[in-house]
């Protein structure tokens, strides 16, 4: 059971991973990002979720420096965007990624969408060159750990059968109204870790009513319910904010519990039962 921001899930190779984490997407990089992310650490948060194409990576590397905190001590993911994908141009992004940060490693290093635009036909190819990349980093000590985000069952298992160190993580969309069940098995079947991006559904949460109603019986609020939903369910939830109130709320989960029929009423009432699935045409073929 978690009890605070630092206890953690543990990777198929042995990494601790802080169970929740403070998503970056769309976080400025100036002033107000760096402040964000230095006041979330000086809050507990020990995980920090960015990506170059959220193009914020000085401010994330800036309030991590002012936190204080060792590098050691604070779990940093990156992602491949698509136009990077492929061997030498993932070397090439990474080492662009760390030189911004003035960091020397990504805790987790992830692909950060499955198929490119313009690679509808060839995109199996394509992770397995930008794979190749990443296990290349691995083995150099530049990563600790692997993943992907946003794959399906059919993006990974093309990815399964050529890995020599299999993915450690998917990085999804996943909240009540997107619970993707099939992904999450498949998933946690395969030891994957699931991570939700999304978790609070763009703030849709808020008036999902059995999540409304669980959040009063424990005196929480809905989203606080939600991300309870998540850890308890094995996903780590990945919340975003620079607002220094919302970053406390998000990380306020662990006075509480979620007891078996909690989880089967929220289940029945508040999660949809549809396998839904958020799909971006230009960077996605189905």
Known sequence: MFTSLQDCFVLSNGVKIPCVGLGTFSTPDDEVGAKAVEYALRRGYRHVDSAEVYAN????????????????DVFLTGKVWNNHQGYESTLTSVADSLKRLKMDFFDLLLIHWPVSAGHQQDWAELNRQTWRAMEKLYADGAVRALGVSNFMDYHLEPLLEFASVAPMVNQIELHPACPQ?????????????????APLQRGGVFSNPAFVAMGKKYGKTAGQVALRWLLQNGICPLPKSVTPARIDENADLFDFALTESDLAQLDADGVSPTDNYHRDPHTTAF
């Open 181 to 197: 069940k099939k992904i999450v098995e498949f998933c946690k079947a395969h030891n994957i870790l699931p991570e939700a991006w």
């Open 57 to 72: 990576e000085p401010a994330v590397a800036e309030g991590i420096r002012r936190s204080g905190l060792d590098r050691k």
